[in-house]
């Protein structure tokens, strides 16, 4: 009943005020203690009544894990892919939620564009998902063109997503997508990614991380657990893991892993296994390096715009229509 409490809150170091719920899992529990004829409510019959409760209200889920396992909705937990990542989403459906895998993926190609956040254009983004793809720019230009344009156009998607997204804590998903589509190294699909990122490149806390694990655990499983497979979290989260038992026995068992970074660099490295590179005393990326790699590609987009005779800022948008 604490972890339960603990959980509520998603918080190891406090526990929910909210005594209602905790009441009405006590009178489930007193329930199948009843049923099993036991004299007192064990932590079993706890475990039963909340296995029963998330049976009574998880069909929705049930199905898009099916629709996963079927291959109707694509969502890969193995192999290597460049500029697609796993992001980790959390559906609400009055008291119940829960967590969803769903494929990201980054184009880079040569331009002025900038990022194109393909949910904005379609109407299908909110604000605060708006305000994360643009702090992804201020990253990019304070990173790799202090000397010179950020000749970039990019385009972000949420693959077979029909509906609003909001909420930025795939932010940091959608720049690692960017950075593997711009490096031309693959990312490995069995390691899913949370968390918001701001400016400086440092990844932020986010809420929901219980269910977006067990979201991609239960998807991994469905598809077959390699023991290679896991979730890149926000290292600030770590506070506030209260894993499923399941979960718990997995990661302990080396099936499935929990994987922290607080910057940027650290997560790329985590889905890669590519170092990210410091900059030298000259101020360069080793050319091997991940940011090396991106660097170089800027590099090359900038001089082809400049050979093609490209302006070195596109006017604005109410210029251009005037």
Known sequence: MIEYGA???????????RFSDVVDLLIESNYWAEKAASELVTGEHVEKAIEEKTFRLNLIEERLRQMIAEGTLLVDVAGLAVGQVNGLAIYQLGDF????????????????????????????????????????SGYLGAKYAQDRPLSLSASLCFEQSYEGIDGDSASSTELYAIVSSLAGMPIKQGIAVTGSVNQNGEIQAIGGINRKVEGFFDVCRIKGLTGEQGVLIPRANLRNLMLRRDVVEAVAQGKFHIYAASM????????????AGARDRQGHYPPSSLNGLV?????TYAESLRKAGVPAAAKPVEEQEG
Request: aromatic residues 2%; charged residues 30%; hydrophobic residues 35%.
């Open 7 to 17: 959980r509520l809150v998603e918080d190891q170091e406090k526990l929910s005020t």
């Open 97 to 136: 939620s829960f967590g969803k895998p769903s494929r990201i993926t980054a184009k880079t190609f040569m331009g002025r564009g900038g990022i194109i956040n393909i949910e904005r254009e379609a109407k299908l983004s909110g604000k605060t998902h708006d305000k994360g793809v643009l702090i992804l």
């Open 264 to 275: 940027i660099d650290e997560g790329i490295e985590i889905l890669t296994g590519v170092p």
């Open 295 to 299: 660097e170089k590609q800027l590099e």
